[in-house]
């Protein structure tokens, strides 16, 4: 099945600096990749997706890229604020039934001011 | 939060009882999803569900149970709680048209 590989574990930047966090997966099928955003004692949301067939997303201050060649896809925030310490999840969704989603084992994300 | 809602928020069992969690979605999302939240874990899919009576394993399936009777309703069985069931369990469901996953609140399980 997939394997989705996040690193780092904690990113720690200050204010304003920019922050990247990197996943890499392993099944070439897979097709779609989203981030979520969890705040402490709170549920996962969706803060930005991309699809296999786009190679870079941007919303506002974040933004996506894919790397589809090296399996791998990238989060940049850039003006980092305190709102954005929170843990960060990438995903990849299998091709087969049901759209399921492989989660990497998440970023914990500091910024300080 | 896409009409997703969890019962109990907050349950502490002992070993070896059984425990049902609960699912409800108001958005007749076709597909949905039974994860836990370990440290160190991320994300990791219990079963999942593409129908009315059509559910499947994920890769952490062993120890649990699901059922789907109702488009709305998903239920998360522990037939007897061990203490490796200790988590935070989630709930998730997608519409068949999009592509997003949304979430429930949780459920913090304490299995002593």
């Known amino acids: 099945g997939e394997n989705v590989e996040q690193h780092p574990s904690t990113l720690s930047v200050q204010e304003g600096d920019s922050a990247v966090i990197k996943c890499t997966y392993s099944d070439s099928a897979s097709n779609y990749f989203p981030w979520y955003k969890q705040e402490l004692g709170k549920r996962p949301q969706l803060i930005i997706d991309i699809r296999s067939n786009v190679g870079e997303k941007k919303d506002q201050r974040i933004a996506v890229t894919l790397n589809k060649t090296a399996k791998h896809f990238s989060l940049h925030i850039t003006e980092t604020q305190p709102e954005d310490s929170a843990v960060y999840f990438c995903?990849?969704?299998?091709?087969?039934?049901?759209?399921?989603?492989?989660f990497g084992t998440g970023t914990r994300l500091q910024v300080t001011l | 939060d896409a009409g997703i809602t969890q019962s109990p928020r907050h349950k502490v069992t002992e070993t070896g009882t059984p425990v049902t969690l609960r699912c409800h979605q108001t958005e007749n999302h076709r597909y949905m999803y039974w994860y836990r939240q370990d440290p160190g874990h991320g994300l990791r899919l219990i079963h999942y569900?593409?129908?009315?009576?059509?559910?499947d394993k994920g890769e952490v399936s062993d120890g649990y149970s699901v059922s789907r009777s109702k488009t709305e309703d998903f239920l998360l069985t522990l037939e007897s709680a061990t203490s490796s069931q200790t988590s935070v369990y989630f709930c998730?469901?997608?519409?068949?048209?999009?592509?997003?996953?949304?979430f429930g609140p949780g459920t913090r399980l304490t299995v002593l």
């Open positions: 995903a990849a969704r299998n091709t087969g039934t049901a759209s399921k989603l492989t």
């Open positions: 569900s593409y129908g009315v009576k059509d559910t």
């Open positions: 998730a469901a997608q519409g068949t048209g999009g592509d997003t996953q949304y």
